[in-house]
C-alpha cells in the first residue's frame, strides 16, 4: 500500500505541479512515507527507499546521475525515520485533537521529512542541471515537500492512526454533504469555465466548508475535505485552468500553495481546538462525578445514625422471630413453625434492602442515563430519608400529578440532588413542632418539575443571590456544596434549579427535567 501510494502521488506531482525545469511544486510522497512508518514502525522503511527509487528511477533518471539518486534516496528515508522517531519521542497523538499535535506534525515534518528530503532533492537536480542554483532549488523542494506533507500526512493519521469514535448516522451524513459540495465548488472554480475575477473569491469557499466540518464532523472528514479540495485546485491549476493559473505556472502554483497552507493550518487549528474544548468538557463532567460522589458520602455520614436505627428494627425483629422459631420447634409445633420462619425471611430481606439502598447511594454506581417513570425516580430517595422524617417527627407530603411520562434521566444524580435538597428543608425545620414538606412532581409544557418546599423560616433575600455559590454556608458544619453540586447536576441533564421564598413563609426549590419524548404515557 505505501509503495503504491508514495507511486502514485509521485506520479501526480510530477504530472500535475511541474515547474519550468520540471521539479514538482507539490510533492505529497513524504507526507505518505512519514505517516507510514510513523503508523506501522520503522521496518517500512526500506519500503521508503524502494518507492522513493522507483520515482527517481521512473521521472529523474534520464537527468539526475545515479549516485545523487542515491544519495536522494537515503536522505528521504532518513527524513522519514527522523521524523517518525521525533514525533514518538515527543508524545504526538495522530488524531491531531490537541494544538500540540499540530504543531509537532507541522514542525517535525517541516524539519525533518521535508528539510531531509529537500536537501537531497536539491542536491540531486542542482547536480543534474547546471542552471539551478541549489539554494533556489532547495527552497522550492522543502516547500512542496511541506506542502504535500501538511495535505496528505493528516488524513493517513487520522483514518489509519485514529479509528472513527463511534460516529452517528448523521455525522456521516454531514460529513459526506460538505464533502460533495466542497468538491463540486472546487471542481467548478477550477474548470476553468469562470472569468478570474468570480473564480478567484469562489476558491474561498473551501474555507468555511472546512471550518464547518472542523467544528462539526469527526476529524477524520476536515482532514479529508482539505486533501479533496487542495488536490483538484492543485491540479486544475497544474493544467493551466482556474483562477490562479493566469500568473504563470510558478507564480500561480506557489500562490495556491500560500492559500492551501492557510486552508490547511485553519482546518487543523480549529479541530484542535475543538478537541480541547471536548476533553476540557469531559474532564469537568468526571470532576463533576466525583464531587457528587464525594458530597454523597458526606451526606451518607451524616444520615448514618437514621439508617442505623433503620437497620436495628428489623434486626431486633429478626433475633425475637429467630427465638420463637427454636422455642416451637422444642416443642414440637411444627405448624406454627413454618409462619415463623416466613416472617424471618421477611425481615432478613427488609433489612437487605435498607443496607442494599446505603450501598447503592454510595457507590453511585455509574452514572448512566436510562429511562424511568418519575415515581420510581423518587421512591428510593424517600426510602432513604424516611428515618430522618421520623425520627424529627416531621411530615413529608407526595403530591404527583397522575399520567407524568418517562423521563431519560441518570437516577443516582437525580436521587442525589432529591436527597441534598430535601435533607437542606429536613434541617431548616430544625426544633418545629408542626415542620412539613411537600414534595411535588408536575407536568410543564416539555419538562418534569418538582419542587421542594417546607414550612420554615426561608431564605433571607440578602442570601439568595449567593445562595448557589460552592461554600456558601450558614450551618455550623454545613459545606455549603449541596446546592452548588445539585444545580450543576441538573444542569447537566439540561434542567435548572431556582429558589424562592413561599409567601406564607417557607422556601421552595423547583427544578426541571426535559421530556425528551413528551406524548409518551406511561
Ligand atoms: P450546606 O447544607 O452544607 O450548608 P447547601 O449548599 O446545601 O450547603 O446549602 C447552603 C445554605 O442554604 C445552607 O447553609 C442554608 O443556610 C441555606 N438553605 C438551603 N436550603 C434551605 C431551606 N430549605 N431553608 C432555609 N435555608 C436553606
Same mark, same amino acid.
Given at each position: 500500500?505505501?509503495?503504491?501510494?508514495?507511486?502514485?502521488?509521485?506520479?501526480?506531482?510530477?504530472?500535475?505541479?511541474?515547474?519550468?525545469?520540471?521539479?514538482?511544486?507539490?510533492? $505529497?510522497?513524504?507526507?505518505?512515507?512519514?505517516?507510514?512508518?510513523?503508523?506501522?514502525?520503522?521496518?517500512?522503511?526500506?519500503?521508503?527507499?524502494?518507492?522513493?527509487?522507483?520515482?527517481?528511477?521512473?521521472?529523474?533518471?534520464?537527468?539526475?546521475?545515479?549516485?545523487?539518486?542515491?544519495?536522494?534516496?537515503?536522505?528521504?528515508?532518513?527524513?522519514?525515520?527522523?521524523?517518525?522517531?521525533?514525533?514518538?519521542?515527543?508524545?504526538?497523538?495522530?488524531?491531531?485533537?490537541?494544538?500540540?499535535?499540530?504543531?509537532?506534525?507541522?514542525?517535525?515534518?517541516?524539519?525533518?521529512?521535508?528539510?531531509?528530503?529537500?536537501?537531497?532533492?536539491?542536491?540531486?537536480?542542482?547536480?543534474?542541471?547546471?542552471?539551478?542554483?541549489?539554494?533556489?532549488?532547495?527552497?522550492?523542494?522543502?516547500?512542496?515537500?511541506?506542502?504535500?506533507?501538511?495535505?496528505?500526512?493528516?488524513?493517513?493519521?487520522?483514518?489509519?492512526?485514529?479509528?472513527?469514535?463511534?460516529?452517528?448516522?448523521?455525522?456521516?451524513?454531514?460529513?459526506?454533504?460538505?464533502?460533495?459540495?466542497?468538491?463540486?465548488?472546487?471542481?467548478?472554480?477550477?474548470?476553468?469555465?469562470?472569468?478570474?475575477?468570480?473564480?478567484?473569491?469562489?476558491?474561498?469557499?473551501?474555507?468555511?466548508?472546512?471550518?464547518?466540518?472542523?467544528?462539526?464532523?469527526?476529524?477524520?472528514?476536515?482532514?479529508?475535505?482539505?486533501?479533496?479540495?487542495?488536490?483538484?485546485?492543485?491540479?486544475?491549476?497544474?493544467?493551466?485552468?482556474?483562477?490562479?493559473?493566469?500568473?504563470?505556472?510558478?507564480?500561480?502554483?506557489?500562490?495556491?500553495?500560500?492559500?492551501?497552507?492557510?486552508?490547511?493550518?485553519?482546518?487543523?487549528?480549529?479541530?484542535?481546538?475543538?478537541?480541547?474544548?471536548?476533553?476540557?468538557?469531559?474532564?469537568?463532567?468526571?470532576?463533576?462525578?466525583?464531587?457528587?460522589?464525594?458530597?454523597?458520602?458526606?451526606?451518607?455520614?451524616?444520615?448514618?445514625?437514621?439508617?442505623?436505627?433503620?437497620?436495628?428494627?428489623?434486626?431486633?425483629?429478626?433475633?425475637?422471630?429467630?427465638?420463637?422459631?427454636?422455642?416451637?420447634?422444642?416443642?414440637?409445633?411444627?405448624?406454627?413453625?413454618?409462619?415463623?420462619?416466613?416472617?424471618?425471611?421477611?425481615?432478613?430481606?427488609?433489612?437487605?434492602?435498607?443496607?442494599?439502598?446505603?450501598?447503592?447511594?454510595?457507590?453511585?454506581?455509574?452514572?448512566?442515563?436510562?429511562?424511568?417513570?418519575?415515581?420510581?425516580?423518587?421512591?428510593?430517595?424517600?426510602?432513604?430519608?424516611?428515618?430522618?422524617?421520623?425520627?424529627?417527627?416531621?411530615?413529608?407530603?407526595?403530591?404527583?400529578?397522575?399520567?407524568? $411520562?418517562?423521563?431519560?434521566?441518570?437516577?443516582?444524580?437525580?436521587?442525589?440532588?432529591?436527597?441534598?435538597?430535601?435533607?437542606?428543608?429536613?434541617?431548616?425545620?430544625?426544633?418545629?413542632?408542626?415542620?412539613?414538606?411537600?414534595?411535588?412532581?408536575?407536568?410543564?409544557?416539555?419538562?418534569?418539575?418538582?419542587?421542594?418546599?417546607?414550612?420554615?423560616?426561608?431564605?433571607?433575600?440578602?442570601?439568595?443571590?449567593?445562595?448557589?455559590?460552592?461554600?456558601?454556608?450558614?450551618?455550623?458544619?454545613?459545606?455549603?456544596?449541596?446546592?452548588?453540586?445539585?444545580?450543576?447536576?441538573?444542569?447537566?441533564?439540561?434542567?435548572?434549579?431556582?429558589?424562592?421564598?413561599? $409567601?406564607?413563609?417557607?422556601?421552595?426549590?423547583?427544578?426541571?427535567?426535559?421530556?425528551?419524548?413528551?406524548?409518551?404515557?406511561?
Amino acid at each position: 500500500m505505501l509503495v503504491a501510494l508514495y507511486y502514485a502521488v509521485g506520479l501526480w506531482g510530477f504530472v500535475f505541479t511541474p515547474d519550468a525545469h520540471g521539479i514538482p511544486l507539490v510533492w $505529497p510522497a513524504t507526507g505518505v512515507g512519514l505517516a507510514f512508518v510513523y503508523l506501522y514502525g520503522y521496518r517500512l522503511i526500506p519500503a521508503v527507499g524502494f518507492a522513493s527509487a522507483l520515482v527517481a528511477w521512473q521521472f529523474t533518471g534520464d537527468m539526475v546521475p545515479l549516485l545523487e539518486t542515491l544519495g536522494t534516496v537515503t536522505a528521504t528515508m532518513a527524513g522519514v525515520a527522523l521524523g517518525a522517531y521525533a514525533l514518538h519521542r515527543l508524545g504526538f497523538s495522530p488524531r491531531l485533537e490537541r494544538l500540540r499535535d499540530v504543531g509537532l506534525l507541522l514542525s517535525v515534518g517541516a524539519l525533518t521529512g521535508s528539510g531531509l528530503a529537500a536537501t537531497a532533492g536539491a542536491w540531486g537536480i542542482a547536480v543534474g542541471m547546471d542552471e539551478l542554483s541549489f539554494t533556489d532549488t532547495w527552497w522550492l523542494c522543502w516547500m512542496a515537500d511541506l506542502m504535500g506533507l501538511a495535505l496528505v500526512a493528516p488524513v493517513l493519521m487520522t483514518w489509519l492512526g485514529a479509528p472513527l469514535a463511534r460516529p452517528t448516522d448523521r455525522a456521516y451524513l454531514k460529513g459526506f454533504l460538505l464533502i460533495a459540495s466542497l468538491i463540486s465548488v472546487t471542481a467548478v472554480v477550477y474548470s476553468g469555465f469562470l472569468p478570474a475575477g468570480v473564480a478567484m473569491p469562489l476558491s474561498y469557499a473551501a474555507f468555511p466548508l472546512v471550518m464547518l466540518a472542523a467544528l462539526r464532523c469527526p476529524v477524520q472528514v476536515t482532514t479529508t475535505l482539505m486533501l479533496a479540495g487542495g488536490g483538484i485546485a492543485l491540479s486544475g491549476t497544474g493544467w493551466g485552468l482556474g483562477p490562479f493559473a493566469e500568473l504563470g505556472l510558478d507564480t500561480s502554483l506557489l500562490s495556491l500553495n500560500a492559500q492551501l497552507a492557510l486552508l490547511v493550518l485553519t482546518g487543523l487549528v480549529l479541530t484542535a481546538l475543538r478537541g480541547e474544548r471536548e476533553a476540557a468538557e469531559t474532564r469537568a463532567r468526571r470532576h463533576l462525578d466525583q464531587l457528587a460522589r464525594a458530597g454523597r458520602l458526606s451526606t451518607l455520614g451524616e444520615l448514618s445514625a437514621g439508617l442505623a436505627h433503620e437497620l436495628n428494627q428489623p434486626l431486633c425483629a429478626l433475633a425475637s422471630y429467630a427465638q420463637a422459631s427454636k422455642r416451637l420447634l422444642e416443642r414440637g409445633r411444627m405448624d406454627e413453625l413454618g409462619e415463623a420462619l416466613s416472617q424471618l425471611d421477611a425481615g432478613a430481606h427488609r433489612a437487605a434492602e435498607t443496607v442494599r439502598q446505603m450501598r447503592a447511594f454510595a457507590a453511585g454506581q455509574a452514572p448512566e442515563r436510562r429511562t424511568i417513570r418519575p415515581d420510581a425516580l423518587v421512591r428510593p430517595v424517600l426510602d432513604l430519608l424516611r428515618p430522618e422524617f421520623r425520627s424529627r417527627h416531621l411530615r413529608l407530603e407526595l403530591k404527583v400529578e397522575p399520567h407524568l $411520562p418517562a423521563v431519560t434521566v441518570a437516577p443516582v444524580q437525580i436521587e442525589q440532588v432529591l436527597v441534598n435538597l430535601l435533607r437542606n428543608a429536613i434541617e431548616a425545620l430544625e426544633g418545629r413542632r408542626d415542620g412539613r414538606v411537600e414534595l411535588g412532581l408536575q407536568r410543564e409544557a416539555d419538562h418534569l418539575q418538582l419542587h421542594i418546599r417546607d414550612n420554615g423560616p426561608g431564605i433571607p433575600p440578602y442570601r439568595l443571590a449567593g445562595l448557589f455559590d460552592p461554600f456558601s454556608t450558614w450551618k455550623e458544619n454545613g459545606l455549603g456544596l449541596g446546592l452548588s453540586i445539585s444545580r450543576s447536576l441538573v444542569e447537566a441533564h439540561g434542567g435548572c434549579l431556582t429558589v424562592s421564598n413561599m $409567601p406564607e413563609g417557607g422556601a421552595e426549590f423547583r427544578f426541571t427535567l426535559p421530556l425528551e419524548h413528551s406524548d409518551a404515557r406511561p
